[in-house]
């Protein structure tokens, strides 16, 4: 099953809009959702991350809302530049007290293109 | 700063054969993972390790394999290729287990004829 969802499947904004990327998860023990940001032909690279205790993180212009009641998150790209064009990834884990390890688990990825 | 690197860039294999694609990372990073990207169903975890001869085996481990014989590598091996499979594989790595950021590599591209 999916544990953490992704939408739309892709996004096309004009230059200077707000990009918004939605991310669900199903699995309450959940506490640490980073957004990776994949470029074609190369790896995913972490672009921001939020803990479940907050409800809002920034870096630039890029900002993670969180609602830890619905199980949602969103990253909204302020601004959109072309070179934003890129697939992202939402991705969640659970820090277990028991064991250090915890496994990130990804959405399916949206895919944005920024049109100039 | 580090590199992860993965080979062969791209794979073309035949049915049924066994193949291996190889990474190496110099971040000195403890944990080591494989990861399937397929398209439209994000990343897949395969395999991972946490240490020196250690493996874990991910959602995704029917019909693969895996080697950690040094920190530095991590080797998966497809034992049996499907045909028509398309896919990336990603290698990533991290210094601990949880909440730190992970850094991949850039993927090895599989095609089976």
């Known amino acids: 099953q999916q544990q953490v969802r992704q939408s739309p499947q892709s996004l096309t904004v004009w230059e200077g809009e707000t990009a918004i990327l939605n991310c669900s998860y199903e699995?309450?023990?959940?506490?640490?959702f980073p957004w990776y940001q994949q470029f074609p032909g190369e790896g995913p690279a972490l672009l921001i991350s939020?803990?479940?205790?907050?409800d809002k993180k920034e870096d630039g212009r890029f900002t993670i809302f969180f609602n830890k009641r619905e199980k949602k998150l969103s990253l909204h790209i302020a601004d959109s530049q072309p070179g934003d064009s890129a697939t992202y990834f939402c991705a969640a884990s659970a820090h277990i007290a028991s064991s250090s390890f915890s496994k990130l688990v990804f959405g399916q990825g949206t895919s944005l293109s920024v049109v100039p | 700063g580090g590199i992860i690197t993965q080979t062969p860039k791209f794979l073309i294999g035949q049915e049924g054969q066994k193949l291996t694609l190889k990474c190496q990372q110099n971040f000195n990073h403890d944990t080591m993972y494989w990861y399937r990207q397929d398209s439209g169903k994000g990343l897949r975890l395969i395999y991972y390790?946490?240490?020196?001869?250690?493996?874990q085996k991910g959602d995704l481990s029917e019909g693969y394999d895996a080697s950690r014989e040094k920190k530095s590598s991590f080797s998966l091996t497809v034992t049996s290729a499907q045909k028509n499979e398309m896919a990336v594989f990603l290698c990533?790595?991290?210094?601990?287990?949880?909440?730190?950021?992970?850094?991949f590599g850039h993927g090895t591209k599989l095609s089976v004829l």
């Open positions: 699995n309450s023990a959940f506490d640490y």
């Open positions: 390790s946490i240490t020196e001869n250690d493996l």
């Open positions: 990533a790595s991290r210094r601990g287990f949880s909440n730190e950021r992970l850094f």
């Open positions: 939020i803990l479940s205790v907050s």
